[in-house]
């Protein structure tokens, strides 16, 4: 008999981050073509850095599932994950499987790079080769968000999970002592106030060294 119940795996800065990383990476996708919305562009890409170099400080203070150490595993169990995949039982696990945070860490690093090439795009370093590598890895990263979200649509129906819905409720299913106790509400509140006073403070060129 299973002692499985909706439990608290997913805190709200985790949440907070990835819903407002969404939005910032699709604002930014949206305005990337137009000279009108430039501003716009910058300001939801520089928030969208800002997020990811905060999920990587609470990657390793965060609560236990959001930390790296609970997913970042070596070659061998993630080998043994993608091949549990393949077979009738497949491993599953409370927060990110070994395959999936390595997507998010990836995807994270990617979002890191297009920032810096848009910024040296701006400053015109090296012509236009960074315009070129910031356009590159841009559709790198569209790619690889594509595939994260197939994964996670295959990955709810092989573990007949919800995951988008628990990454919105923060719940998924697992025994009593697996669910963390504390969501950081205060933290996500301030997470939430920083990343608008960065958008707005780029938005309004506050920052001009970062848009001219």
């Not at 997913?71 to 549990?84: I, Q, T, V």
């Not at 299913?173 to 939430?192: D, H, S, T, V």
Request: with cysteine; glycine share 8%.
């Amino acid at each position: 008999m299973s002692n499985k119940q909706s439990i608290l795996v997913w805190d709200i800065p985790t949440r907070v981050f990835h819903w407002l990383l969404v939005i910032c990476f699709a604002g930014a996708w949206l305005t990337s073509e137009s000279e009108r919305l430039q501003m716009i562009h910058y300001a939801f890409g520089y928030s969208a850095c800002v997020l990811v170099i905060f999920r990587v400080v609470w990657g390793f203070i965060g609560t236990r599932y959001a930390r790296f150490t609970q997913f970042l595993k070596g070659p061998a169990e993630m080998m043994s994950h993608a091949k549990g995949l393949l077979s009738s039982n497949p491993h599953n696990t409370v927060g990110h499987n070994p395959v999936g945070g390595i997507v998010m860490v990836g995807l994270m690093l990617l979002i890191l790079l297009i920032g810096l090439t848009g910024y040296f795009s701006v400053k015109e370093f090296l012509g236009d080769l960074m315009g070129e590598a910031h356009e590159a890895i841009a559709s790198l990263a569209l790619a690889a968000v594509v595939i994260h979200i197939a994964a996670a649509i295959i990955m709810s129906l092989l573990q007949k999970e919800n995951l988008v819905r628990s990454m919105v409720t923060g719940k998924k299913q697992g025994l009593p002592e697996q669910a963390i106790r504390f969501p950081q509400y205060l933290i996500g509140l301030l997470l939430i106030l920083g990343s608008a006073y960065c958008f707005y403070v780029i938005l309004t060129g506050a920052v001009p060294s970062l848009t001219q």
